[in-house]
Nanobody, 125 residues
């Protein structure tokens, strides 16, 4: 697979953005997908993950604000981000891991095998 993210930008606190990750390849439906963010000087932090079954996991600080979704027919993953906070600032990257699974994935960055280039999200007034 190849992954390309889009949709980042500058937004005021309380605003919304929708990130898109477009995947190429015909095995997308058998992959877990994840959205990670990386702030300057820090490692990659998982914010949302979704199994091939559709079951999902969220970082506690983004629950009720972020929603991950996937469209296997279009091979696209979305991250809807609402009520954004300055602490959400960072480069957002999507990633995939091959293997169909039912339960919500709770993988770390090292467990994903394909990454996009990232898109910058800046939350500032």
């Amino acid at each position: 697979l190849e992954l390309v993210e889009s949709g980042g930008g500058l937004v005021q606190p309380g605003g919304s953005l929708r990130l898109t990750c477009a995947a190429s390849g015909d095995t997308f439906h058998s992959h877990s997908v994840g959205w990670f963010r990386q702030a300057p000087g820090l490692g990659r932090e998982a914010v949302a993950q979704m199994a091939s079954s559709g079951n999902s996991w969220y970082l506690d600080s983004v629950k009720e604000r972020f929603t991950i979704s996937r469209d296997d027919a279009k091979t696209v993953v979305y991250l809807q981000m609402n009520n954004l906070e300055p602490g959400d600032t960072g480069v957002y990257l999507c990633a995939t891991r091959y293997g169909a699974m039912w339960s919500a994935p709770r993988f770390g960055a090292v467990d994903y095998d394909t990454w996009g280039q990232g898109t910058q999200v800046t939350v500032s007034s």
